[in-house]
């Protein structure tokens, strides 16, 4: 079975500033996929960033870059430069190894930018 | 506009009625998959289809039901609806579900309230 743990449900940050979301993911299978998405108040799921489990590499997409540090099984989500427009819930997410396997949501964490 | 397609967007409904949901793939997308996010929890996976046939099943309830027909639009029909149904359900499609470093592309959701 997977597990996702988003242990902060809200964070403030001041515009400008870097902010790291905090994920831990538990997992039996031997590859697997870590997403990130945001959810703005107006609702929709917004695809950010994917690390995959082999990669030897943290993923980055413009100022959003993943922490991921397999041995502790976390998986951070680093804002740098924080703008208004990141006020939103961001969600971590896991797909396991083999198909046709569904991803796994964390409960979330509200991140609000302070101007 | 992310190419996966809900409808409706909002439908409001009374107790023990029954509704369906409408969800039309990205193109090219064989796999959909539908889940439920209530005000208090996360978004909650409740079942898969790939290419017309069901591939997972999670914690969806023995009221609802779905499908995924041969031009691969899906429908999500819930019944005998419940003032705890009220929700947002989001279809989400991909393209092979053993692959993709995206994820799900997920459609905007509908929002269904039970009064």
């Known amino acids: 079975a997977q597990k996702i743990t988003q242990t902060q449900p809200g964070m403030f940050v001041q515009e400008k500033e870097a902010v790291t979301l905090d994920c831990t993911y538990d997992?039996?299978?031997?590859?697997?996929?870590l997403f990130w998405y945001k959810q703005p108040s107006s609702g929709e799921m917004i695809f950010l960033i994917y690390q995959g489990s082999y990669d030897q590499q943290n993923a980055t997409e413009g100022r959003y870059s993943l922490n991921f540090q397999k041995a502790r099984k976390s998986a951070n989500l680093v804002i740098s430069a924080s703008q208004l427009g990141d006020s939103a819930m961001y969600f971590c997410?896991?797909?396991?190894?083999?198909?046709?396997?569904?991803?796994?949501f964390g409960t979330g964490t509200k991140l609000q930018v302070i101007p | 506009d992310s190419g996966v397609t809900q409808t409706p967007k909002h439908l409001i409904t009374a107790t023990g009625q029954r509704v369906t949901l409408r969800c039309s793939p990205r193109s090219g997308d064989l796999s959909v998959y539908w889940y439920q996010q209530s005000l208090d929890q996360g978004l909650q996976f409740l079942i898969q289809y790939y290419n017309g046939e069901e591939r997972a099943k999670g914690n969806i309830l023995e009221r609802f039901s779905a499908q995924q027909f041969p031009d691969l639009h899906s429908e999500l029909n819930l019944s005998s609806l419940e003032l705890g149904d009220s929700a947002l359900y989001f279809c989400?499609?991909?393209?092979?579900?053993?692959?993709?470093?995206?994820?799900?592309?997920f459609g905007s959701g509908t929002r269904l309230t039970v009064v």
């Open positions: 997992t039996s299978d031997p590859s697997y996929g």
């Open positions: 997410a896991m797909r396991g190894s083999g198909g046709y396997q569904k991803v796994t």
């Open positions: 989400a499609s991909s393209e092979d579900p053993t692959e993709g470093d995206y994820g799900y592309t």
